[in-house]
């Protein structure tokens, strides 16, 4: 009775001081708003935050954070990127030492295969030994950029690893091989290009096979020249453009010329391809579609700067009447090297001093020989051109000059050359047409 009745008293006791530790209690005498904030003391901040600093950690926050590579991949890619540098400095300074050392050495993949393609563009027959033994000794990588290399140089020493590579399972090391072939200009590569390139199913081996069959300059290959070149393919059409270029007989910028007309797609690189060819039959070409094309502005703009990068200015002739003379010596009766055909073009060399009268279709014509230079008629002669006098009635004269931006630089002392570099939208030349009557 007497524990029962200590215990109802005691109980609200115990509650009552229960409840008076709770509210003189640090931990427990914090409002609600303040329970995130455990103390005070240290805090430097004001009680009213700027929200202005929350929205920055938020940014902060959602930045991704940049990997912090380990010292392993620091190594790697610095170890590259130097590898590349000074491969590239080997390169433009033809030291084929130290490409050959990174070439066969240098523990990253990467800066070996760089090594090989330096070695092609560099052409030179000395890389060519260093090549073949980066393919037998390297993995897959290397050997692709060795047989692009070779490809470039074109060796014959290399034909056995062209042979080889043309039955490879790597696509990229077939297709340098076939390209790689014509170079050498070899009959037995020759062959290989013929019954094995043409027929494969893999466009860039052919196309690579017709740009390796322009090498060699072989008359029944025009054909499939234009075979390809009339094909819907403008990939192969292209090629075909590019094959006759490598070509670099007559016929092949002939045939060039008269696909200007008719292939309006290819214009640009006709230009380009019988510009990048540098001879006689590439020049009179250009003149003979500038002659053909003379109502066009654009036409002549472009033709004339080609001209001009080919350096060659001064003054040329188109033959206006079938069976024009050209003889030997400027007088009436002089020994006729050949008959020349309505549309030839020539370079004018010189004028005759002495002038003529010369009935021609009832009229007594008054004029001069001209000294000019054409090209040969027979494509077994020895030389290209030849030279002979032309009476002046039966040609026309056009003058290609320099511009007058260009005579300006001319006349600055030490001004580097600058005839291979200019581009079609520099000034272009002026083209007059003279009639020497």
């Known amino acids: 009775m007497f524990s029962l009745l200590n215990f109802r008293f005691l109980f ?31 805090n430097s901040s004001s009680e009213t935050e700027d929200p202005s600093s929350s929205d920055d950690q938020e940014t902060n926050k959602k930045k991704p954070k940049k990997p912090v590579l380990d010292p392993e991949s620091k190594r790697y ?19 084929y030492a130290r490409l050959k050392h990174f070439g066969l050495t240098h523990p990253i993949p990467r800066v070996r295969a760089a090594a090989a393609l330096a070695l092609g563009r560099l052409k030179s027959p000395v890389g060519v030994k260093i090549l073949h033994k980066m393919i037998d000794r390297d993995g897959e990588w290397v050997r692709q950029a ?34 790689g072939m014509g170079k050498t200009l070899d009959p037995g590569a020759r062959e290989v290009l013929l019954k094995k390139g043409l027929k494969s199913d893999d466009k860039e081996i052919v196309k690579a096979t017709l740009l390796g069959l322009g090498y060699y300059q072989v008359p029944e290959d025009l054909r499939i020249f234009i075979d390809y070149l009339n094909s819907e393919d403008e990939e192969f059409q292209k090629a075909a453009v590019e094959a006759l270029g490598r070509h670099k007989t007559r016929t092949s910028m002939k045939i060039l010329e008269d696909s200007f007309k008719d292939k309006t797609n290819l214009r640009n690189q006709i230009l380009d391809t019988l510009t ?84 021609i279709e009832g009229q007594r014509i008054e004029d001069f020989y001209y000294k000019v230079l054409v090209n040969t008629k027979y494509k077994d002669a020895f030389t290209e051109t030849v030279q002979g006098w032309v009476f002046g009635k039966y040609i026309q004269i056009r003058t290609i000059s320099m511009p007058k931006e260009e005579k300006e630089k001319k006349k600055k002392p030490k001004r580097p050359s600058i005839l291979d570099d200019m581009e079609t939208s520099e000034p272009a030349p002026n083209t007059q047409t003279e009639n020497p009557n």
């Open 12 to 42: 609200p006791g115990l509650l009552l001081m229960a409840a008076l530790a709770v509210w003189f209690s640090p931990v427990f005498a914090q409002t609600p708003e303040d329970t995130n904030n455990t103390s005070d003391v240290g």
């Open 77 to 95: 890619n610095d170890l590259l990127k130097t590898g590349l540098l000074k491969v590239f400095e080997a390169e433009a300074t033809y030291n």
């Open 146 to 179: 060795a047989y692009k290399g070779l490809a470039d140089i074109g060796s014959r020493s290399s034909l056995d690893y062209f042979y080889i590579g043309a039955k490879s399972s790597d696509r990229e090391i077939r297709v340098a091989s076939f390209r």
């Open 276 to 359: 990048e060819q540098k001879n006689s039959f590439a020049i009179f070409a250009l003149l003979r579609i500038l002659n053909a094309n003379a109502d066009s502005e654009s036409i002549v703009n472009e033709i004339s700067a080609r001209l001009y990068k080919l350096k060659a200015v001064g003054k040329y002739m188109t033959i206006i009447s079938d069976n024009t003379p050209l003889l030997r010596e400027p007088y009436v009766g002089a020994p006729k090297i050949r008959d020349l055909e309505a549309g030839e073009v020539g370079k004018v060399i010189s004028k005759h001093s002495v002038a003529y009268i010369i009935p």
